[in-house]
């Protein structure tokens, strides 16, 4: 470096951060620090570039930034079990001393045995019933309340940390660049808005909001002259598969610009976006990597999981339509945010 | 004014705009120049510097400062009947060639002899049959070019002005208002969602993520190989009164520190708005001037009114609970932006 340069350099250190300092703390400006260099990382960036390039072909007004992400698996682990059915088997644990009858009646006996054979041998029927007693009954506002006090105490089975904790360090960094650059972020997820959104803004930076989600009915009441929300067993929306087109198109009225998924459940929202005009980003989480995660794709043992598949045509799909597809492996070089 | 205070204000000339000048310039920065100074006006102004004072005890965080606004009666007219009503009976018509059976079959002839008495004795079901008919069988995207395109043309038959140009000037300063002070502000109407989405953003500023209201369902289908959403002719949700408050909970997640309305349909919006804790404001668009807009209130000729009736017990609750009455007669020096 000639004299000069250093000079304006030292004048100058929001400039100099970029150009004069070793790479290893260069990478402190990286918005991506969690990705490792590649194809995935450069294709976030390349389209991050484009859409916001004021003068390019590709740009997108800010208003029009829409990006949707699912939740489980793609946010957060789904397994060995998605987070919202581990709250149900614990809220069906807390609320048993009130239904002495339920020792002998399944599918409560099998879930109070931890019996998650069991559990699994009921059936669609039987998981509707644990849900449905689970998450229904009381007001809204008390469901939420429970919620919150759940995620202060319930640990992942294999992580020994709070769900809470457990948010993969490389999409948060993502959320977070694509707001930096005008975004607006939405949740799209099979999973309960109500059981969401007492975490996704310290989570995700997500306000409740922009969480999209399914849900069940509730019903206007008067209770002491106050009106209340209660919550019923009976659902009112599955925001799953085509779900999710239906949902993003009532809630937010534009098509996304971008979308984040993991498994089948998520194909119809990509599809979505991808047909759309001008630039888009598609890209989907692998769960490839039973060292630090889990792995669960096609070839893998856990390939017919209940709680996220990716099947073999949705990775044909994705080689296809050129989404991209975040191998956890190979392109991150941490999942959580305490990882080393 | 000393020499030294107007040199001062000639140096600041953005100050001296509050100061200086006469009264009748200072109304140039009046946020709410089309309401009259009153105790509306007031309770207004009076919330909203409240809930903004951070060192005051009713300080709210920018991003609870939610505000609803139903749509019909509230932000542009309802009578003599529903916009949305105008444009199923102007689509019937436009549909008509295709349908030479409609000639002979009710409701829809009713409709092509412009004879509204024979489509109010159709009943609920006629109109359900006009609605559906006139709302489902294209793909959403169609459909939202169907209602841009008749916007562009469509009138009302009394103020001889296309629909989008009716806002209510008054609300249209509340909403900038209100949005100037931190506020989201978001439709909760029991008209369509997609019917409303074409002009919200031009008529009152509000994007179509924050317009919640009524909708039809929709099938996910593949069409030349594209994604399309199919509008069917069945009811997915009316988002009216205690439907409003469900739909509020669903959407946004948040209770609102304000809530406006104008008719019964609103009462549940502004029960839930009202019972939270902390500084609220519930306000009621009271259609009292028949020489400017029409008059429909208790004790008006058309209290009966099938387009948002302002019943007596609703005036009651409003009294009792401080509710704040917004006479368009009294408070609104205009009704609409082209008023002198």
Redesign the interface.
């Known amino acids: 470096m000639n004299i000069l340069r250093r000079h304006l350099l030292a004048a100058v250190p929001a400039l100099a951060i970029g150009i004069a300092l070793t790479p290893a703390l260069r990478a402190e400006s990286d918005p991506l620090p969690s990705w490792n260099d590649g194809a995935s990382k450069q294709a976030i960036v390349a389209f991050v570039e484009k859409v916001t390039n004021e003068a390019g072909p590709d740009f997108v007004a800010s ?1 029009d930034r829409i990006a949707t992400f699912d939740n489980d698996g793609t946010l957060w682990p789904s397994h060995p079990m998605y987070t919202q059915l581990a709250f149900a088997l614990d809220r069906i644990k807390a609320m048993a001393p009130e239904h002495p009858e339920w020792k002998d009646k399944q599918p409560f006996k099998a879930v109070l045995d931890g019996d998650m054979k069991a559990v699994a041998a009921s059936g669609q029927k039987g998981l509707v019933e644990l849900m449905m007693t689970s998450h229904a009954g009381m007001t ?1 506002m008390e469901f939420a309340a429970i919620v919150t006090d759940w995620y202060k105490t319930a640990q992942h089975p294999r992580f020994k940390k709070p769900y809470s904790e457990l948010a993969y360090q490389p999409m948060v960094e993502l959320l977070a660049y694509l707001r930096a650059n005008g975004f ?1 972020t939405y949740i799209v997820s099979g999973g309960g ?2 059981f969401m ?1 007492p975490m996704t803004e310290k989570m995700y930076g997500i ?3 922009q ?1 999209i989600g399914s ?1 069940i009915m ?3 009441e008067m209770q002491d002259g ?2 209340v ?1 209660v919550r019923l067993p009976e659902v ?1 929306f599955i925001d799953d ?2 779900g999710k ?2 949902a993003i ?6 098509r996304p610009i971008a979308a984040f998924g993991n498994s089948a459940g998520d194909r ?1 929202m990509l ?2 976006t991808d ?1 759309g005009a001008g630039a888009r980003l598609m890209g989907l989480v692998f769960h490839d990597d039973a060292v630090r995660e889990y792995a669960y794709g096609p070839a893998d043992a856990l390939e017919d999981t209940h709680f996220g598949a990716f099947p073999q045509d949705l990775m044909d799909e994705a080689t296809e339509k050129g989404w991209v597809v975040f191998s956890m492996k190979d392109d991150w070089n941490k999942i959580f945010a305490s990882d080393m």
């Open positions: 208003a809204a607006k808005i109500e959104r306000p409740p909001e969480v849900s509730t019903k206007f106050k009106p929300l009112e598969k085509a087109q239906v198109n009532r809630v937010i009225g534009k119809e599809q979505w047909t």
